[in-house]
């Protein structure tokens, strides 16, 4: 069964770097998407793109935030200076089209920021 | 105002109980409703999805919709260990774009103790 995968699978990175989050969608899916979740907090929306360009984002993403689609397989989270408080979960999702129940998730990518 | 809130629990039962877990959410422009399952370190997995207030059934698990008082409820029957997980309820509405972004709750931890 296709499915999402994440790379790393843990990514521990010192304050002020810049760090890479990668997911390889499911292969004919259109829409990605990028959540987060801190430790014992909510699942939270971040990022919504398709036809190379965000959608829609929420007010977590700010400046130090971007995304990419770089060759038609991957998708990429960069956190240019991270941020203590950026130390979470984040979760890649892609669906094929656009109904609300098929978001695929991956298994995610633990971030700690030292 | 919170726009989705769960009960975090944690929640312990025996095997064979029938659980109940619910949330409430407050913007009456939501439309869809899910029920997420997340394993420790590992990406929701999509459970059951509604559409319409009413219930919804599968095989051991039901959902339930009541948007006049904008309540979801997932019952589990027959409750087995395996079932133990997070769960986590989320909603949705078409954000225009191409944005189905889902909001979810806090997430509820169930333990099924055999």
């Known amino acids: 069964e296709p499915e999402v995968t994440q790379t790393p699978s843990h990514q521990v990175t010192q304050m002020g770097q810049e760090v890479i989050l990668r997911c390889v969608p499911i292969?004919?899916?259109?829409?990605f998407y990028w959540y987060r979740q801190i430790l014992g907090q909510k699942v939270e929306f971040l990022v919504s793109?398709?036809?190379?360009?965000?959608?829609?984002k929420s007010e977590i993403f700010d400046d130090q935030f971007s995304v990419e689609r770089p060759d038609g397989s991957n998708f990429t989270l960069k956190i240019r200076s991270t941020k203590l408080e950026d130390s979470a979960m984040y979760f890649c999702?892609?669906?094929?089209?656009?109904?609300?129940?098929?978001?695929?998730f991956g298994p995610g990518t633990r971030l700690t920021v030292l | 105002q919170k726009e989705v809130e769960q009960d975090p629990g944690p929640l312990s039962v025996p095997e064979g109980a029938i659980v109940s877990l619910n949330c409430t959410y407050s913007?009456?422009?939501?439309?869809?409703f899910m029920w997420y399952r997340q394993y420790s370190r590992k990406g929701p997995e999509l459970l059951m999805y509604?559409?319409?207030?009413g219930n919804k059934e599968d095989g051991r698990f039901t959902a339930q919709v009541d948007k006049s008082s904008k309540y979801i409820s997932l019952f589990i029957r027959d409750s087995q260990p395996s079932d133990s997980a997070t769960y986590l309820c989320?909603?949705?509405?078409?954000?225009?774009?191409?944005?189905?972004?889902?909001?979810f709750g806090k997430g509820t931890l169930l333990t099924v103790n055999p």
């Open positions: 999702a892609s669906i094929l089209r656009q109904v609300p129940n098929e978001q695929f």
């Open positions: 292969s004919n899916h259109l829409y």
């Open positions: 793109f398709y036809n190379n360009e965000i959608s829609e």
């Open positions: 913007n009456s422009a939501f439309q869809y």
């Open positions: 509604t559409y319409s207030s």
């Open positions: 989320a909603t949705t509405t078409y954000s225009g774009g191409s944005n189905y972004k889902l909001t």
